[in-house]
T-cell receptor
Framework: GESVGLHLPTLSVQEGDNSIINCAYSNSASDYFIWYKQESGKGPQFIIDIRSNMDKRQGQRVTVLLNKTVKHLSLQIAATQPGDSAVYFCAETREGSQGNLIFGKGTKLSVKP | KAGVTQTPRYLIKTRGQQVTLSCSPISGHRSVSWYQQTPGQGLQFLFEYFSETQRNKGNFPGRFSGRQFSNSRSEMNVSTLELGDSALYLC???????????FGQGTRLTVV
């Protein structure tokens, strides 16, 4: 498969454990944030989003937390499964820059069976 | 509903040549954005089209260009290819420019 980053931070977890992936974003004017999952050889897959007027949003097995004070975003994955192994990217955008997502460098999640 | 389709999946070109990549968005989506992904720079925004007009542009040289057709399909063109243009080129579409964007599989371009 393709390498999407030679020196990505790596998070290794045991199957069934919870995972927390962190992201620091750059622009205090950003008002919309998305987490993407990218598996080897595939394009990024939308996981969950959150707008700046929220602190927390939950999906199926995933939760995104937003701390605007310190410009920090996190993705929590409950009961991590081998199929969750991938590179995870956070992305930010703001009003007036629709369609222009600014991506973080990514974190590689490795799930041990 | 079919997802975002990019063609071709793989391309090998020689320095100095030009290349055209194609993207068919999800049916009904009118916004198409292009990104370049490399191991060193990660995912970087190239440009966005909506209703056949370029709405936003990233920091890439003029050798990178694009267009969008009336059916929302988009193409991007890279002229005078350089070795550093080798990358995965990704297209994302969204409905009416809201931010939930869906990506295609990408086109892997190798310049030799």
């Amino acid at each position: 498969g393709e390498s999407v980053g030679l020196h990505l931070p790596t998070l290794s977890v045991q199957e069934g454990d919870n995972s927390i992936i962190n992201c620091a974003y750059s622009n205090s004017a950003s008002d919309y944030f998305i987490w993407y999952k990218q598996e080897s050889g595939k394009g990024p897959q939308f996981i969950i989003d959150i707008r700046s007027n929220m602190d927390k949003r939950q999906g199926q097995r995933v939760t995104v937390l937003l701390n605007k004070t310190v410009k920090h975003l996190s993705l929590q994955i409950a009961a991590t499964q081998p199929g969750d192994s991938a590179v995870y990217f956070c992305a930010e955008t703001r009003e007036g820059s629709q369609g222009n997502l600014i991506f973080g460098k990514g974190t590689k999640l490795s799930v041990k069976p | 509903k079919a997802g975002v389709t990019q063609t071709p999946r793989y391309l090998i070109k020689t320095r100095g040549q030009q290349v055209t990549l194609s993207c068919s968005p999800i049916s009904g989506h009118r916004s198409v954005s292009w990104y370049q992904q490399t191991p060193g720079q990660g995912l970087q925004f190239l440009f966005e089209y909506f209703s056949e007009t370029q709405r936003n542009k990233g920091n890439f040289p003029g050798r990178f260009s694009g267009r969008q057709f009336s059916n929302s399909r988009s193409e991007m063109n890279v002229s005078t290819l350089e070795l550093g243009d080798s990358a995965l080129y990704l297209c994302a579409s969204s409905f009416n420019r809201e931010r939930e964007a869906f990506f295609g599989q990408g086109t892997r371009l190798t310049v030799v």
